[in-house]
């Protein structure tokens, strides 16, 4: 699937910010829900954020909650996430993720269609 491409991944300090950048050709972007999941090494993958076509919903994982930010722009069809205060176990692949409820990222935290994933690496 070629509909959703991240970007902005990339190695930081801890206590850092890092901004990543999905981009989605979905014709149906201005309507999805997006989330963003992360898989750490030797990890299940895990929820992180998700928000709603209209941006009147939002969801964190417990983990990130308070530091990293979801947003998106319909006008440019990306999703935000910004992450600060970073720590090593934010250490993760991080994969863009779109669906048609928000209820389905959010809550039952999977989508349908899912970028390939970047790399996030924090260091000490």
């Known amino acids: 699937q070629v509909e959703l491409v991240e970007s902005g991944g990339g190695s930081v300090q801890a206590g850092g910010s890092l901004n990543l950048s999905c981009r989605s050709s979905?014709?149906?972007?201005?309507?999805?829900?997006m989330g963003w999941f992360r898989q750490a090494p030797g990890k299940e993958r895990e929820f992180v954020a998700a928000?709603?076509?209209?941006?009147?919903?939002?969801y964190y994982g417990d983990s990130v909650k308070g530091r990293f930010t979801i947003s998106r722009d319909n006008a440019k069809n990306t999703v935000y996430l910004n992450m600060n205060e970073l720590k090593p176990e934010d250490t993760a692949v991080y994969y863009c993720?779109?669906?048609?409820?928000?209820?389905?990222?959010?809550?039952?935290?999977?989508?349908?269609?899912w970028g390939q994933g970047i790399q996030v690496t924090v260091s000490s």
């Open positions: 928000i709603s076509w209209e941006s009147l919903s939002r």
């Open positions: 979905r014709s149906t972007f201005s309507k999805d829900a």
């Open positions: 993720a779109a669906d048609t409820f928000i209820r389905t990222v959010g809550i039952d935290h999977t989508a349908r269609f």
